[in-house]
């Protein structure tokens, strides 16, 4: 049996990236992440630390309240 892997849609904290920082580039420098790293964090192939997520949320002005709507919105898949 083929194991489902939860993907996360960043469009949101995509969009707030490049509205504070313009890159993803910038805002990495502001953290202890590589770009990298933040690159696949962005594209579902790590998985966010607790610890960075609130960091990135400080950065970014993101209330404790709307994290989730940053970090844990499902990507919903496309059915025809």
Known sequence: MEENKLE???SKLL?????KFGTQ????AKTTM???SLNYKLNNK????????LTVALLLD????EIK???????VEKTQ
Do not use: C, H, M, P
């Open 8 to 10: 996360f849609d960043y």
């Open 15 to 19: 969009g707030r990236i490049k509205e």
């Open 25 to 28: 580039d910038n805002l990495a």
């Open 34 to 36: 590589s770009v990298t």
């Open 46 to 53: 790590l998985e966010w630390k607790q610890k960075e997520i």
């Open 62 to 65: 993101i209330a404790l309240e």
């Open 69 to 75: 709507d940053y970090f844990f919105t499902l990507k």
